[in-house]
């Protein structure tokens, strides 16, 4: 059945416009967007824009939530925060990370994400690596009924040279042969599934083993038509061992070795040289940030001014899910750099506006990342949308024509109302 819905307002990618209708198919895509005409579902109190696109999560770190956030031996680190995320990996079992999944997905959903990019590298459950929590994610994904592409991940060293601690073992890729064979069968398990996708990782410069193997990963990833995402440049360590050890930084080795290109994310980026980010944008590789994650594990602060200037393509992900929440991501893309140039309008486009730029990454880029044809209101793509309610005390006394920019720095993830995933609509809260 094709639905037709006329809202007070629909995001068009640059602006909330009045007297717009939305028709969608019964395929799960966007069959039209034209001009109201009064008939069809009245949605006087709705704007309706894409639904968000979280690019990188790492679902099963949910359940930190709050226990890392005391510090007996005094300032603590990403490093000191690994040990705690290790100690909560070897207690995973495969029904305690379907719950906490479950949980985490639909918090997504709640706030108007429909889809989840899962960087999952917690495969197994004890030494027979039988990948078993792989398939507990995608089933999670689909009881919570949020879209998915499950990146999995390519992880066998424990850092540059090393081969995987006790800790890491659950990580363990198994090599080239059992890792694509592991792939082979989650391409039969999402086959027919039209709300789950797959996409690779090679999970950074760490944990992808000798520079051959990563580069093989790549090429697999090439052939089979796969997205790529890679951590890289999070932290200085990983920079100072990679110098020490290959006599270059981690982006530049990439670039030669893994072809980069339209299908690479690089997610963090946090230390890039401007050089290298040069050289990675012209390549057409997207960038992935994680505001409050980034914020929450004292990464530092990417050079988002260079990305913009040099059009870089950037998009958000909820990475460790600490919070979950793609209006407060935004918010602090921006607000960051603020803080860091005590200036403002960081992020803006070639009329000044911050809203389209911001909406991008939290949308279409994101979608570009993962492969999908989504993230846009536009014929063909696919129908994964989120409405938010108007009559929000948070958006009391706003203008329509400042709606985008009232929803990024003074709302939070409660004013969705509606998500639709796949041409079909859930209500998220309330009457
Ligand atoms: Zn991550």
Redesign the pocket.
């Known amino acids: 059945m094709t639905q037709r819905i006329e809202p007070a307002l629909l995001w068009t990618g640059a602006a909330f416009v009045e007297s717009m209708a939305l028709v969608l198919g019964d395929d799960g895509r966007i069959e039209s967007v034209e001009p109201a005409t009064g008939q069809g579902q009245q949605w006087p109190e709705r704007a309706v824009m894409p639904g968000f696109v979280n690019a ?1 999560s ?1 679902v099963f770190q949910r359940a930190l939530r709050g226990s890392g956030e005391r510090f007996p031996d005094g300032v603590g680190s990403f490093w000191t925060w690994r040990e705690r995320m290790y100690a909560l990996v070897s207690e995973m079992d495969q029904q305690r990370l379907h719950d906490v999944a479950v949980a985490a997905y639909r918090e997504m959903r709640a706030c108007g994400m429909t889809t989840v990019g899962e ?1 999952h590298y917690l495969h197994h459950i004890d030494e027979a690596r039988g990948f078993e929590f792989d398939q507990v994610i995608l089933d999670a994904a689909a009881v919570a009924g949020i879209r998915i592409v499950l990146l999995n991940a390519y992880y066998v060293s424990g850092g540059i040279g090393e081969p995987l601690s006790e800790k890491q073992q659950r990580f363990d890729a198994s090599g080239h042969e059992l890792f694509w064979e592991q792939m082979d069968a989650l391409a039969v398990s999402v086959k027919d599934q039209p709300t789950a996708h797959l996409g690779a990782v090679i999970h950074s410069i760490r944990g992808g083993g000798a520079l051959t193997e990563m580069a093989q990963v790549a090429r697999e990833a090439q052939s089979r038509g796969l997205v790529l995402h890679m ?1 890289v440049e999070e932290q200085p360590a990983e920079i100072a061992s990679s110098l020490e050890i290959y006599g270059r930084t981690p982006m530049s080795i990439l670039i030669e070795l893994a072809g980069v290109g339209p299908r690479f994310t690089a ?1 963090h980026c946090t230390h890039t040289a401007e050089r290298d980010m040069d050289d990675f944008l012209q390549a057409g590789g997207t960038v992935c940030l ?1 505001p409050l994650t980034e914020a929450n594990l004292g990464d530092g602060l990417a050079n988002i001014p260079f990305i913009i200037r040099h059009g870089g393509r950037i998009c958000l992900g909820s ?1 460790s899910n600490a919070r979950i929440d793609m209006f407060e991501e935004m918010r602090l893309l921006e607000y960051g750099q603020r803080l860091n140039a005590q200036a403002r309008g960081i992020i803006h486009d070639e009329h000044g506006h911050m809203a389209p730029l911001l909406m991008q990454a939290a949308t279409v880029n994101g979608a570009h990342s993962l492969g999908l044809p989504a993230g846009v209101l536009k014929p063909g793509r696919l129908a994964d949308l989120a409405s938010v309610d108007l009559t929000h005390t948070q958006l009391a006394n706003i203008e329509p024509g400042s709606l985008a920019e009232a929803l990024i720095t003074g709302c939070d993830g409660s004013v969705v109302a509606d998500t639709c995933i796949h041409g079909v609509w859930q209500h998220e809260r309330g009457p």
């Open positions: 990188h790492h960087f951590h997610v994680c990475d």
